[in-house]
């Protein structure tokens, strides 16, 4: 049953916040009393057999509708662009039903590309400039890449010398073309974001861990190598959980290696997600932060009622 409303002129609810902050239910919170609709904003649940170790928990959205989940097969390539499109896309067939759009995630790069409303094109590898970079070392590459995107979107494009050099090329593709660029759709967001004690958040962090593995994310691996076809070096792009899960099935560490390492991970990947969105608010982006220990619902329905006020609605 709707009960609330947006008031005009927003016209996006955004939730975001660190790994385990409890984003999804509040979604469906929200989405239960707007009318909303989900949009998700996060890199790795858009792959189908992606489930506990993305934590799409779907079965926490009952009845209410969600987007950008499940799209496509592992291996299948999906990156910014594509995502922009599809996002704002999905925005509008929302609101063509006359709900509102909930984007919600943690995938900073995704969130910033629609907020923000960056002007990207799909690049084709560039023959020319790859063999021009071919000469060039590692640090050199970085160094390129750091010129052309001072805020670099993505860091771990630095990691691996394939990623980082179409990573130059996508960059040097979108500067050839962005002035020609028709200008991305108007959207007008309200955002807030999911905040715990740090260490509250590592409890939750360590506790959803145990919980997956007890849930069978050992076996959801296995059947992405062994029953999809899913090479052991393409799980290691697809996140943590899938990484060192990877590592331990290939018999590369132990179990308690591998919980304590991931489970690290996870805690130092949580302290990268809150840096983005404090980088985010000193770019301008404003978050309504809301305390996720004491009814965050109430929170935000606080401030939405606040807005309407302060605009007269």
Not at 64 to 72: G, R
Not at 196 to 202: G, H, I, N, Q, Y
Request: aromatic residues 8%; contains cysteine.
């Amino acid at each position: 049953m709707v009960d609330a409303v947006l008031p005009t002129p927003y016209d996006l609810l955004v939730l975001l916040g660190p790994t385990a902050s409890g984003k999804t239910r509040l979604a469906v919170q929200v989405a239960e009393a707007f009318g909303g609709e989900i949009i998700s904003a996060d890199s790795r649940q858009v792959y189908r057999g992606l489930d506990l170790g993305s934590g799409k928990d779907l079965a926490e959205y009952g009845t209410v509708p969600y987007h950008l989940i499940d799209l496509i097969e592992p291996g299948e390539e999906y990156n910014l662009f594509v995502f922009q499109r599809d996002c704002f896309a999905a925005i509008a067939a929302v609101r063509g039903r006359g709900r509102l759009p909930v984007l919600a995630g943690g995938t900073g790069m995704y969130l910033d590309a629609v907020l923000k409303g960056y002007r990207l094109v799909p690049v084709a590898e560039n023959p020319e400039l790859r063999a021009e970079l071919a000469t060039l070392g590692d640090a050199s590459l970085a160094a390129r890449l750091s010129e052309l995107r001072p805020q670099l979107h993505n860091t771990s494009d630095t990691s691996d010398r394939a990623r980082l050099l179409r990573a130059i090329e996508i960059a040097v593709g979108e500067c050839a073309v962005a002035a020609t660029l028709p200008p991305p759709p108007p959207i007008h967001p309200l955002i807030f974001g999911l905040s715990w004690p740090r260490p509250e958040l590592r409890r939750r962090i360590t506790l959803r861990l145990k919980e997956r593995l007890e849930q069978g994310l050992i076996e959801e691996v296995r059947q992405l190598h062994e029953e999809r076809g899913v090479a052991w070096a393409t799980l290691e792009y697809y996140g943590l959980e899938y990484r060192y899960l990877a590592r331990h099935l290939q018999g590369v560490l132990s179990y308690n290696d591998m919980f304590q390492q991931l489970n690290s991970a996870i805690h130092d990947f949580a302290k990268r997600q809150e840096t983005w969105f404090r980088r985010m608010e000193r770019q301008g982006t404003q978050i309504h932060w809301l305390d996720a220990a004491a009814d965050p619902l109430a929170q935000l329905r606080a401030v939405v009622a606040g807005k309407a006020e302060r605009l007269g609605q």
